[in-house]
């Protein structure tokens, strides 16, 4: 009986040794395909045993977003606070168990869970998971200034629109402010009344600075102006007659104003043309350049490409002319765009806020576009400085020297043209106004875009405020990006 | 002797580390009871069988205190209630070994009392107001408070049965006279019937797989296995015609993940099969995955959800193992294997060094039954086979369970005593 014994031992052990080969198939070769599954809950457990990294302001003392512990099925998680509510809202997003993740917590996830691929990061997130002590991620310092951020968003309060600031000289991000907005603590169970707005329009969700897509009005003639000079084609004294309205294709296209009696300023020079805003100036410039060069400089501008920043890439939206809702390319553009309409900023432009605070900081920044950002560093649980944000040239659109004419151009704007309501005692203000149109009977997006001090640009403003009923650029958003400035610069 | 000692020293300093991982202090108190009850167990054995093989106590042990450990780690109170059973279990291994202590061949002589035994056990949960349906599987009996498992009684019952008739008659088996075969075939096809009618189709396979194994080591016709085979594919085959339980467990066996919505059962609408039928085992895979190489540590695994509610239904009894595996890891898991393969050999080695037949076939078919029960439950979960309910032994939560297994133990124990005692003598 005993080689039977034998037989059937040996049996049995194969048995077991089969399951050890199961096991070891389950937890190394099949391990990685198994995480991924969607309805893997015990990833998504664990994505929240991790202590997420806090995110503060500028100023490294205001924390933006932050987390309360819970005990849960003997379990320590996280779960996200914002204890700024709705100011940072739009930049940060949210992290939550049923809406996922938004903004900052979703493109730098890596970083606020600590597993991102920095050598220093790596060791100690491994180092905690072995100890079994609970995952610390990383922290993140925005360059956003929470005072200039929460002014942004009062002096938003009851409009729909946006407010972005810029460094010119460094591209930081100073304040990024939109209305309506949401607040983020409210989205994991309360979603219909984080979303619940006052404003008169709706999508609180969508971060209007990257986002929102605009007409830009005559903020485009800071672009057609930029081609006019950098071309050589004109100074700010090229003469121009205004007789009230500019010829496109045999038609007249009328100066902004009465339709019957539009503003008529006679002979005039390209700087009064951009100091009074006057359309036909622009018209005739746009003209003579042609679509193809106006849009050659909006595209070292930026324009055409999603403009660069740490928020996720389906945050940001590309500026330029669009058709039926899509970017719009034009293959031979002196025949198929309007060059006279695009030249003071009609035809099927949509531009964001971002972009044109670039344009702002560029010219200000004497022609060097520095890439934007909003994380100043990264830090380590223990303190340390993972990465720090240097200041990066994005481009290079205009010569030094046109932007310095482009730049006393828009002082004069402020100083006697239509920004007057942008001055500031004892500062030289340069900004330039918009106000576009929507087709609806005296319904306009208003804008403004600036930068102060003139002579040593510290900070550029975009604001656009949306369906403002008989309001224009230099009333409605040029007061906006004054008091900005103004709490800047003081 | 001193392996003993050692072995549950190291049994037992794990559970402490473990537990100290899990809870605050008051699990010292409960560290401390079961180092005694083991010690007593312990000695109780050197009183009785002082010539049993020294490793299979400590391993069982060391088996229950994993399981209890994680246990507690699941549900608290219910470890208490496992403590309590291992209690029981401890004092009715104790009076086995007492009663038994000169003699155990005496067993013998009762072998068709045993068979009938088993029979009126796995009959007992069809009684209308002694049963209970879990899970699909009428296995239960109740008795006010108490709830219990025949069936796991009833294996140890079937052993001792079919040890004693294979004893008796294994040289006309051999010769394969059908009169003979008469009992053994009555006996067999009451089990299966009874588990077809019970739906315990773990069960069913166990009972089957000590059958064969039984036989074979009897006598030695690989025929008779290969037969018993090709007869269980038959009766498998059969069985998965006309059983949509059965259909449902091969189902989810081979395919447990849909991309598209198929019908379930369960809620009577179309549904991912993974959220339907196959949710316990697939949340089970993600378990075992989870833990990786070396596990998420004691006490750091992830059994619930964000809101608290448990994500493997049934974790702390069949599904143990993928508990244990999230928590301690590929090591800690094949380690845990391998102390299975410890067992299995020190009681084939018994059954080699038993000196008459009775003792053989009681040693083989008792280890084989052990074996094959791990088999069945980690090999469905671990989608080695298809997935039946049924206890991991001494670690699974479940009183009847660690009472059949610590019996299982004294078997072996008293079968090695008088071994070695022969062989010394």
């Known amino acids: 009986m005993n080689k039977q014994i034998s037989h059937l031992g040996v049996a049995a052990l194969i048995l077991l040794a089969a399951l050890i080969v199961g096991v070891t198939y389950w937890q190394t070769w099949a391990n990685a395909g198994l995480a991924d599954r969607q309805d893997n809950d015990i990833k998504l457990v664990a994505s929240f045993t991790i202590k997420r990294g806090k995110i503060y302001a500028a100023d490294g003392r205001t924390v933006v977003a932050t987390n309360v512990r819970k005990k849960i099925g003997g379990q320590t998680l996280y779960f996200r606070r914002y204890p700024t509510g709705p100011i940072f809202a739009d930049v940060v997003g949210y992290s939550t168990q049923s809406r996922n993740r938004t903004g900052l917590e979703q493109s730098y996830n890596d970083f606020l869970t600590g597993s991102n691929a920095n050598l220093d990061t790596v060791f100690r997130s491994t180092f905690d998971r072995l100890k079994g002590s609970t995952v610390t991620g990383n922290d993140i310092v925005l360059t956003i200034r929470p005072g200039l951020q929460a002014l942004a968003r009062r002096l938003l309060q009851g409009k729909c629109g946006a407010v972005v600031a810029l460094e010119p000289s460094t591209g930081r991000v100073l304040a990024m402010a939109t209305n309506p907005t949401y607040n983020p603590n409210l989205v994991e169970r309360h979603f219909a009344q984080a979303t619940r707005t006052t404003a008169p329009c709706g999508a609180t969700l969508l971060n209007r600075a990257t986002a929102g897509k605009y007409q830009p009005g005559s903020t485009f003639k800071m672009v057609t102006a930029s081609a006019a000079l950098d071309t050589g084609r004109f100074t700010p004294d090229s003469p121009f007659d205004d007789p009230g309205y500019c010829i496109e294709y045999g038609k007249q296209v009328r100066n902004a104003g009465n339709p019957e009696a539009p503003e008529t300023f006679g002979h005039v020079n390209l700087s009064t043309g951009f100091e009074h805003s006057i359309n036909s100036v622009f018209c005739n410039v746009g003209k003579a350049l042609g679509a193809g060069t106006v849009l050659k400089y909006a595209d070292r501008y930026g324009f055409y490409s999603v403009p660069p920043l740490e928020t996720p890439e389906n945050e940001r939206v590309a500026s330029g002319l669009y058709d039926h809702g899509k970017l719009f390319a034009p293959k031979h553009p002196d025949t198929q765009v309007d060059p006279g309409r695009l030249a003071f900023g009609q035809e099927r432009l949509q531009v964001t806020p971002l972009q044109m ?62 920004g007057t309501a942008a001055q500031i005692p004892g500062i030289r203000v340069a900004g330039k106004t918009g106000t576009a149109e929507t087709g609806r009977s005296n319904i306009n997006t208003t804008w403004f875009v600036s930068f102060a001090p003139a002579d040593n640009p510290r900070i550029a403003v975009a604001v656009v405020v949306e369906n403002q009923a008989g ?11 004054k008091q900005l400035m103004e709490a800047a610069l003081r | 002797m001193i392996a003993v000692g050692v072995l549950t020293a190291v049994g037992f300093a794990s559970v402490y580390i473990a537990r100290q991982d899990v809870v605050s202090t008051s699990s010292l108190a409960y560290a401390g009871f079961f180092l005694l009850l083991y010690l007593a167990a312990h000695l109780v054995a050197r009183y009785t069988v002082p010539f049993a093989d020294p490793y299979l106590l400590p391993i069982a042990g060391l088996l229950t205190a994993i399981g209890l450990t994680e246990i507690y780690r699941l549900h608290p109170d219910d470890a208490f209630k496992q403590g309590t059973w291992i209690v029981v279990a401890v004092g009715l291994f104790a009076l086995t070994l007492f009663l038994l202590r000169y003699d155990y061949r005496q067993l013998e002589s009762y072998k068709y009392v045993f068979g009938l035994t088993a029979i009126g056990l796995l009959l007992l949960p069809i009684l209308p107001v002694l049963g209970l349906t879990v899970n699909g599987a009428r296995l239960w009996v109740h008795l006010g408070p108490l709830r219990f498992q025949p069936g796991e009684l009833a294996k140890i019952a079937l052993i001792i049965f079919l040890a004693g008739y294979m004893r008796e008659k294994r040289e006309v088996l051999a010769q394969g006279r059908l009169k003979d075969w008469g009992p053994l075939l009555v006996i067999w096809v009451l089990a299966i019937l009874v588990l077809l009618e019970t739906r315990d189709l773990g069960g069913g396979l166990l009972y089957f797989g000590i059958f064969l194994a039984m036989l074979y080591v009897a006598t030695a016709r690989i025929a008779y296995v290969a037969a018993g085979f090709g007869l269980f594919l038959v009766g498998a085959i059969g069985v998965w015609k006309i059983t949509p339980h059965v259909q449902e467990r091969v189902t989810i066996w081979l395919h447990p993940w849909t991309t598209h919505k198929v019908y379930c059962p369960l809620s009577g609408e179309p549904a991912l099969r993974q959220n339907c039928q196959s949710f316990q085992l697939v949340k089970s895979l993600y378990s075992i995955g989870h833990g990786g190489y070396a596990g998420t540590g004691l006490g750091k695994g992830t059994f619930s959800t964000i809101d608290g509610h448990p994500l493997i239904p049934g974790a702390s009894t069949d599904f143990i193992f993928s508990v244990i595996s999230q928590e301690i890891g590929l090591i800690g898991a094949a380690g845990l294997l391998l102390v299975y393969m410890i067992f299995v050999l020190r009681g084939m080695r018994i059954a080699l060094l038993a000196q008459d037949g009775f003792s053989k076939l009681l040693a083989a078919g008792l280890t084989f039954g052990f074996a094959l029960q791990t088999f069945i439950i980690v090999g469905g979960v671990l989608r080695v086979i298809p997935l039946t309910g049924i206890t991991l032994p001494l670690v699974s939560y479940g009183g009847s369970s660690v009472v059949a297994n610590f019996l299982l133990l004294a078997g072996l124990l008293l079968v090695s005593n008088r071994a070695n005692r022969e062989a010394l003598r």
């Open chain 1, 471 to 481: 309001g224009f650029g230099g009333t409605v958003a040029a007061p906006i990006a």
């Open chain 1, 357 to 418: 605070a670039m344009v702002g900081a560029t010219i200000a920044n004497h022609g060097v576009e520095m890439r934007p950002h909003l994380i100043e560093r990264i830090l380590s649980p223990g303190g340390h400085t993972v990465t720090h944000y240097e200041p990066k040239r994005l481009a290079t659109p205009i010569k030094r020297q046109t932007a310095d004419e482009l730049t006393r151009m828009m002082e004069l704007a402020v100083q006697g043209g239509t």
